[in-house]
């Protein structure tokens, strides 16, 4: 009878140490795949910024090599840009974000405005040619007034480059 006693007790012992064994093994494997999980969705967040603050600065350098002038889609990304810019960022870089809209702005505003001899019309060759000549000019003219402004806007830009890697590195350094 005894023997019968502890063969059972041996075997309600090692069941229970079988389940407590399985239970601990599933819950430490939930945690890994949990953190896991963690570390892939705040990946995925940052890659989302990083391609976010890329587009940022390639949109407002590509006005500042433009000249504040681009097509009505480049420039409409610009905006979306700066609305996605609002919901993501910090206060310092939409400020400095702002800094670089006003000097992009701000050079745009000073400079000459096209002639009206530049407006195409339907006349002879000649005429063409002259408009032609206007309009080189008129873009001289505003290639000579932009190298007033465009360091401005370059340093505006080299700031808000700054902060948006400073930005980054501090969330990928609270990452790991």
């Not at 023997?3 to 059972?8: C, E, H, L, R, S």
């Not at 075997?11 to 430490?28: H, Q």
Request: hydrophobic residues 35%; negative net charge; proline residues 3%.
């Amino acid at each position: 009878m005894e023997a019968i006693i502890g063969t059972v007790l041996g075997a309600v012992i090692a069941g229970s140490a079988m389940l407590l064994n399985a239970f601990i093994t599933s819950k430490n494997a939930r945690e890994r795949q949990e953190r896991a999980d963690q570390v892939r969705l705040l990946e995925k967040e940052l890659n989302d910024l990083s391609a976010l603050y890329e587009e940022v600065l390639h949109t407002s350098e590509r006005l500042i090599r433009n000249k504040g002038r681009d097509t009505d889609a480049q420039l409409e990304k610009f905006y979306k840009v700066e609305v996605k810019l609002r919901l993501h960022s910090t206060e310092d870089i939409r400020k400095a974000f702002n800094a670089v809209r006003s000097s992009i702005i701000d050079m745009v505003n000073n400079l000459p405005s096209p002639p009206e001899e530049f407006i195409p019309k339907f006349e002879e060759d000649h005429e063409k040619k002259w408009r032609l000549e206007k309009r080189k000019e008129w873009e001289e003219e505003i290639d000579q007034t932009a190298k007033e402004y465009t360091p401005k806007c370059w340093e505006k830009h080299s700031e808000l480059a700054d902060l948006l890697k400073k930005d980054l590195n501090s969330k990928r350094l609270k990452r790991e």
